[in-house]
């Protein structure tokens, strides 16, 4: 099993830059596919980025481009830097684990951290 646990949301304005950082446990985290998800209040939750064990990585159109994924296997952490934000970007971001193969659905992902609030200003 593993233990995610969210950090580094915060309010920002438009056009600013957050990045927010997940901590894993488990002895195993470099099996894991790891990704983030957001939830809007009132929309589902949908998929940001994903990244494997051997850093590739996938992300949605919607911050293609303006948001990096990446993780440290050694610290058990995962990051995502996010820049050039927009107040569509406002929401609850998640962080999210599996060992199976890296997916953009939720119900692909076994275990969840509790989230932090993003939230970007106009």
């Known amino acids: 099993q593993v233990q995610l646990v969210e950090s580094g949301g915060g309010l920002v304005q438009a056009g600013g830059s957050l990045r927010l950082s997940c901590a894993a446990s488990?002895?195993?985290?470099?099996?894991?596919?790891m990704a983030w998800f957001r939830q809007a209040p009132g929309k589902e939750r949908e998929f940001v980025a994903a990244?494997?064990?051997?850093?590739?990585?996938a992300y949605a159109d919607s911050v293609k481009g303006r948001f990096t994924i990446s993780r440290d296997n050694a610290k058990k952490m995962v990051y995502l830097q996010m820049n050039s934000l927009k107040p569509e970007d406002t929401a609850v971001y998640y962080c999210a684990a599996t060992m199976r193969v890296a997916g953009r659905e939720a119900r692909e992902y076994d275990y969840w951290g509790q989230g932090t609030q993003v939230t970007v200003s106009s």
């Open positions: 990244i494997i064990w051997s850093g590739g990585s």
């Open positions: 488990g002895r195993t985290f470099s099996r894991y596919s």
